[in-house]
């Protein structure tokens, strides 16, 4: 049993290193037994260096005592998907900040159970979730332009092919419109009976209002009643 846990142990291990984030195991003291080859690009250390670290050595002296913390926390109650943000200190100096994803595994010794840390960088991560919401919002405009364009194709060929109302210029569907609004009849409900967005019947009112030179509803009605 123990080599089988051995095995799936190396497997693993083969492929947290192709992953494009970093990722480190750690004993329950806290030392750095594998870290995959994500991590020199993410910190800039060497990848043999590592075999001298604790992972506590990386973290920001300003966050030392409460990463301490949260992982005694973690050995004291081993579970999968803890999330915590914190920072690391570059071979360089600089400062990076972190999100630490935690889960833990068994290499069959008696060094289990082991910790794994799923790393990455904030900025990144923020920047992708940017770029995501951007495209998001841009879908939603492109998605409501083509709603529009094919409503003003709709209307477009409304009045080419019903045009011919007898006053004012009037397309059949302005005729209809006028005679909802003197029935009482509301834009969402002339819309709902003319099978068109409400926004393109509050345009065509607006043009209709301009052929008769009236400024509001009230005034259509009486120009119709007193004609």
């Known amino acids: 049993m123990e080599n089988g846990h051995i095995v799936q142990y190396d497997l693993l291990l083969k492929i947290y290193d192709q992953a494009p984030y970093g990722i480190v195991v750690l004993n329950k003291n806290g ?31 300003e966050e030392a005592d409460l990463f301490e913390h949260r992982f005694k926390t973690l050995r004291a109650k081993p579970r999968k998907n803890f999330r915590f943000q914190t920072r690391i200190r570059k071979n360089n100096g600089t400062i990076l900040a972190v999100e630490i994803q935690t889960n833990t595994i ?15 960088d904030i900025r990144k991560t923020k920047a992708r979730e940017r770029k995501q919401k951007s495209l998001v919002l841009k879908l939603q405009r492109f998605h409501s332009e083509l709603i529009d364009f094919a ?35 509301m834009n969402n409900e002339i819309a709902d009976e003319l099978n068109l967005a409400v926004v393109t019947i509050k345009k065509r009112i607006s043009k209709i209002y301009n052929k008769l030179g009236v400024k509001r509803r009230g005034e259509l009605i009486e120009f119709f009643r007193s004609g």
């Open 31 to 61: 030392d750095i037994l594998f870290w995959n080859s994500f991590m020199p690009n993410m910190t800039g250390y060497y990848r043999k260096e590592f075999g001298h670290f604790a992972f506590a050595d990386l973290i920001f002296r």
């Open 106 to 120: 068994a290499d069959g010794t008696e060094n289990a159970p082991l910790y794994v840390f799923y790393i990455r």
């Open 151 to 185: 409503e003003l194709l709709k209307e477009k060929d409304q009045e080419e092919y019903e045009s011919g109302g007898p006053d004012y210029g009037m397309t059949k569907i302005d005729d209809r419109i006028i005679e909802f609004i003197l029935q009482g009849y």
